[in-house]
Antibody, heavy 120, light 108 residues
């Protein structure tokens, strides 16, 4: 069964750092595109970052220079290192396997999410 | 602000057909994908590509596209279809990804 399980969320002060993890089972992270998508409380979905199977990475303008996406092939795990956190980064963070074809761009499946709260 | 625009809320009578739309310039070049999200749950992919349903998604869900508008149609809406629906696609530059603001579907 294909499954994604996020962890690492919590309460952090503004300016602080946090690393999220996303453990995958049923497929190989390094052979797929993988993304992070977030959702602020009561708000819509916002794409954060993607890492391609070849290792290329891309970021939303809102997190560029502060967040870093990476993976550990030996652990079949995706990460999101978040630095210089701001109140507006407060959200549930989801990881998702990502598909990018000429026919579109989609996410399936999604993990259950992990909540990051940035507050003093 | 999102480059994909959705109506904030739509309602449909039980058993009737409802169309949820998503507008944006990037949709002239890329198909939209659609997700269903129920309260407290992660999003679930319901439509991708031209009009493809993942395994387990009922065939009452379908997708279409015309010009800068993509549509998700639910034919014979059920009570369990009440949820938030989001579209996504590449942005108009083709380099990044955008989501619509979401549509809250109420089944009456």
């Amino acid at each position: 069964e294909v499954q994604l399980v996020e962890s690492g969320g919590g309460l952090v002060q503004p300016g602080g750092s946090l690393r999220l993890s996303c453990a995958a089972s049923g497929f190989t992270v390094s052979s797929n595109y993988m993304s992070w998508v977030r959702q602020a409380p009561g708000k819509g979905l916002e794409w954060v970052s993607v890492i391609y199977s070849g290792g290329s990475t891309y970021y939303a303008d809102s997190v560029k220079g502060r967040f870093t996406i990476s993976r550990d092939n030996s652990k079949n795990t995706l990460y999101l290192q978040m630095n210089s956190l701001r109140a507006e980064d407060t959200a549930v963070y989801y990881c998702a396997r990502t598909y990018d074809f000429w026919s579109g761009y989609w996410f399936d499946p999604w993990g259950q999410g992990t909540l990051v709260t940035v507050s003093s | 602000s999102s480059e994909l625009t959705q109506d904030p809320a739509v309602s449909v009578a039980l058993g009737q057909t409802v169309r949820i739309t998503c507008q944006g310039d990037s949709l002239r070049s890329y198909y939209a994908s659609w997700y269903q999200q129920k309260p407290g749950q992660a999003p679930v992919l319901v439509i991708y590509g031209k009009n493809n349903r993942p395994s387990g998604i009922p065939d009452r869900f379908s997708g279409s596209s015309s010009g800068n508008t993509a549509s998700l149609t639910i034919t014979g809406a059920q009570a369990e279809d009440e949820a938030d629906y989001y579209c996504n696609s590449r942005d108009s530059s083709g380099n990044l990804v955008v989501f619509g603001g979401g549509t809250k579907l109420t089944v009456l």
